[in-house]
């Protein structure tokens, strides 16, 4: 869904942020102070006021307020934005003139009072010089309900008279506030919402008696405060009566529902600001530190013990401030080469819909190009690679079952768990995800028969390693903590040949979760790229986290020495420049001589998916 500010709320956000910036939160802690050493905290700092004097003058007043006569004539969908700025500033909602509850009952004078009510009470609050509250909570009845209000207002002659207890009256312990606005029951024989009446009330009134404060979190909240009230026959003139009597859940509608609007975006601000600064605070710890944490994780993960969820924020915070070594840098080659690689993208592209059956589909094989190539962008059916409709029966199904029929070794089996878990991760595929996982724990980890030989079969199992990088993927999809979570496999100082491209893909992978690399991850992509200079992903990745240098890395694509110029290579072209060589007599496949030329089909898929922005980016 696209959605775009108007220009007027564009002007406003900027207007709003700017003031916030240079205004409130540099005296946030000043103020907050003030309040701590005031011998009286009910009583405002007068700073307060100040700061509602300059907002008044640069025209940030009553933002809240639709109608141009009282307000800046700004729609709720203009207004939430602001009231997102305000939320985690409540100096800012009350310089702007724009804190609950008094944006409620300016709101509800404006539309439901009478001249004289708006002369009497409106004016002044627009005007930011007092303060109201808003009596409707009960605390003897279920109020959520606000059919089930006992609290009474009874017409006697000219008067309203008024009686009951009303508790978490927010704002009345001001001394600033000057008026309630009190719902009560007026007709109890009347229609459910045709009970109840809205009445102005002087709090200086006789008979309105101030009970005690009510604590949220163990806090009184002053110099706002909530408070319980008993009003005891308490008098005010029927002209004070708005809108009319039993009009009470009328003028409720048209009261809350843009209040609701205000507090669900201040909320939302709220959550925003404490965000950036758990974000913030993860960067505080040490790298060493960090390392330690890590380290401790690490020895845990491998000795098979289960990590305590408590412990998942500071993993977490840990894995940021590492990755944080070597963040992820973009930039691309010449415009010249990304024109040639598109070119050849295109007829790479074209050319799997002749090659893609024989090449990667067909086969346990299958499993892990056909993975490669989701990842890549390609719009592969990785579901049914091996005739099947969920990912998880791959591992499972006695007629196809990959790690018991007789075509690979376990570590290739290792390499199509990681090209499913990238093809899921891409395609945020939480369901098949913890399906596979679920599996093998149900089965102490055993996911089938590997073949390491024409007769010696062994037990494959998902090794804590890659059952931890698969929950780690799962987590960054759907936000479920697991007590493997925060712990991706490491990565091998001395990988063998087979090991290479299933290393720089996790690699790849944690680089894109966290934004960046930590020393240990870098060193290895770089011992890697050292190694195999003309490996094309090898050398994206390392520049990704390095320089973002890509010139090197489009030259390698551009090279028909490792890449074709027209189309992917066919199996029997594959040895040499490539990765996996199918022997024609045992159907195993092999790694190639030829250690220096590490290329697997996929790869320039997966490099030149990147570069032209076709790679998906989470």
């Known amino acids: 869904m696209r959605f775009d500010h108007s220009p007027k709320a564009k002007e406003y956000i900027k207007r709003v942020r700017d003031f916030v910036d240079q205004h409130i939160i540099p005296i946030e802690r000043q103020v907050e102070k003030a309040r701590e050493d005031a011998d009286d905290p009910w009583i405002s700092p007068p700073i307060v006021e100040e700061l509602k004097h300059k907002a008044r003058e640069e025209g940030l007043w009553n933002l809240f307020l639709p109608h141009p006569t009282y307000g800046a004539g700004l729609s709720n969908l203009e207004y939430a934005p602001l009231a997102e700025i305000m939320g985690p500033h409540f100096l800012a909602q009350e310089a702007f003139n724009c804190a609950a509850p008094d944006t409620g009952n300016m709101e509800t004078l404006a539309l439901f009072g009478t001249d004289a009510q708006k002369k009497q009470w409106l004016e002044p ?25 006992e609290a009474t207002a009874k017409l006697d002659g000219d008067d309203v008279v008024i009686n009951g207890k009303k508790w978490y009256i927010s704002g009345f312990a001001d001394p600033r506030c000057k008026i309630i606005i009190f719902m009560g029951l007026t007709d109890p024989d009347a229609s459910s919402y045709q009970q109840h009446s809205m009445v102005l009330v002087p709090k200086d009134t006789q008979g ?73 605070q993860s960067m505080d710890i040490t790298a060493a530190e960090a390392e330690n944490i890590m380290a401790k994780v690490r020895t845990r993960v491998e000795a098979g013990e289960a990590i305590d969820p408590s412990l998942q924020a500071i993993i977490a915070m840990a894995r940021l401030k590492l990755s944080a070594q070597h963040p992820f840098v973009n930039r691309k080659p010449s415009e010249e080469d990304l024109n040639a690689i598109k070119l050849k993208y295109i007829l790479y592209f074209n050319s799997l819909g002749r090659e893609i059956n024989p090449l990667f589909i067909p086969g346990c094989e299958g499993l892990f190009y ?11 059916d990785i579901y049914k690679a091996e005739s099947k409709n969920q990912a998880g029966q791959w591992f499972r199904s006695n007629k196809q079952n990959c790690f018991s029929d007789g075509k690979t070794d376990a570590t290739l089996n290792h390499n199509m768990i990681l ?73 091998d100082t001395e990988p063998t040949i087979e090991q290479a ?22 060193s290895a992509i770089k011992s890697l790229a050292d190694t195999m200079p003309n490996n094309a992903l090898f050398q994206m990745i390392f520049h990704a986290f390095h320089d973002g240098d890509m010139s090197s890395t489009a ?20 040895c040499g420049s490539y990765l996996w060589l199918l022997d024609p007599q045992s159907k195993e496949w092999e790694p190639c001589p030829d250690k220096d030329l590490i290329h697997i089909p996929v790869d320039f898929m997966i490099v030149a998916g990147y570069l032209l922005e076709e790679f998906p980016q989470r």
Request: glycine letters at 10%; charged letters at 20%.
């Open 370 to 380: 056909t993975g490669m190539l989701d990842a890549a962008g390609y719009n592969t």
């Open 555 to 574: 030259k390698i694509l551009l090279d028909e020495t490792y890449f074709p110029p027209d189309s992917l290579p066919k199996s029997s072209d594959r």
């Open 125 to 149: 609050l627009l005007a930011g010089e007092i303060r109201s509250c808003f009596a409707m909570t009960e605390p003897d009845v279920a109020s959520s309900d606000a059919t089930n209000m």
């Open 501 to 522: 491209h299933q290393i720089a893909l996790k690699i790849l992978l944690r680089g894109s979760m966290y934004g960046g690399l930590d020393n240990g991850d870098f």
């Open 419 to 491: 090209g499913l878990a990238l093809a899921l991760w891409n395609r945020s595929d939480s369901i098949n995800l913890q399906e596979l996982i679920q599996y093998a724990e149900d089965n102490n980890g055993y996911l089938g028969e590997a073949t390491t030989s024409k007769l010696n079969k062994e037990n494959t199992y998902l090794t804590t390693n890659l059952n931890g990088l698969l929950n780690e993927i799962l987590f960054h999809i759907t936000g479920e903590d697991s007590n493997l979570r925060g712990y991706l496999p490491e990565v």
């Open 208 to 280: 309105v008696n101030f009970s005690r404060h009510m604590e949220v979190f163990g806090q009184l909240d002053a110099p706002h405060g909530h408070a319980e009230i008993e009003f005891n026959e308490v008098r005010v003139p029927k002209e004070n009566i708005l809108l009319g009597l039993g009009r009470g859940f009328e003028i409720a509608q048209g009261r809350l529902g843009p209040g609701r609007i205000h507090h669900c975006m201040r909320a939302i601000g709220v959550a925003e600001e404490f965000g950036a600064v758990r974000q913030k």
